[in-house]
């Protein structure tokens, strides 16, 4: 029996955060990075999203009301990956970032894509990043992809807004 793939079209749908504030992670979210609330349910969660999807994030306290942040050497969610569609839209947010003083835990060319970095109020790792054109990504000799990480140069990225 051939091993099974996903069909192409497949997408992650949407992540589910556990958060200690709700007010807080909303406002980083939506009020900071630009998300638009959908729905609350009750007072313990909110599902938000890009462009009236159902919801790209479920924000919720259910488990973690007033909770420390999960410790860094454990197993769990790395980050959540936010793909802007262009490098001008993943610009305006770095600049959106840097007006509110928000820190960046790191920016990288990763050769496919460009990602700026940052952890969100509750410490979940959060990426900001764009994918340049399939036909501009590195390939090895063998046709593989070649992904790297290499420093990402803000300024550069900032003058395309």
């Given at each position: 029996?051939?091993?099974?793939s996903l069909?192409?079209?497949t997408?992650?749908?949407?992540?589910?955060?556990?958060?200690?504030?709700?007010?807080?992670?909303?406002?980083?979210?939506?009020?900071l990075?630009?998300?638009?609330?959908i729905?609350?349910?009750?007072?313990?969660a909110?599902?938000?999203?890009?462009?009236?999807?159902?919801?790209?994030?479920?924000?919720n306290t259910?488990?973690?009301?007033?909770?420390?942040?999960?410790?860094?050497?454990?197993?769990?969610?790395?980050?959540?990956?936010?793909?802007?569609?262009?490098?001008?839209?993943?610009?305006?947010?770095?600049?959106r970032?840097?007006?509110?003083?928000?820190?960046?835990?790191?920016?990288?060319?990763?050769g496919?894509?460009?990602a700026?970095?940052?952890n969100?109020?509750?410490?979940?790792?959060?990426e900001?990043?764009?994918?340049?054109?399939r036909?501009?990504?590195?390939?090895r000799?063998?046709?593989?992809?070649?992904?790297?990480?290499?420093?990402?140069?803000?300024?550069e990225l900032l003058?395309?807004?």
């Amino acid at each position: 029996m051939a091993p099974y793939s996903l069909p192409a079209q497949t997408r992650i749908g949407h992540v589910h955060l556990k958060v200690a504030d709700l007010k807080r992670a909303m406002a980083f979210y939506c009020d900071l990075l630009g998300f638009e609330l959908i729905t609350m349910y009750g007072d313990q969660a909110a599902f938000i999203s890009a462009g009236g999807y159902h919801h790209h994030i479920g924000l919720n306290t259910w488990y973690s009301k007033d909770a420390p942040p999960a410790p860094v050497r454990a197993a769990g969610l790395f980050h959540t990956a936010i793909l802007y569609p262009t490098r001008r839209d993943l610009a305006v947010a770095l600049q959106r970032l840097l007006d509110a003083g928000y820190p960046l835990t790191g920016a990288s060319d990763h050769g496919v894509s460009e990602a700026i970095y940052l952890n969100d109020p509750d410490q979940n790792g959060v990426e900001l990043y764009w994918d340049r054109p399939r036909d501009e990504w590195p390939l090895r000799p063998d046709g593989s992809i070649e992904m790297y990480t290499r420093p990402l140069n803000l300024n550069e990225l900032l003058a395309t807004r």
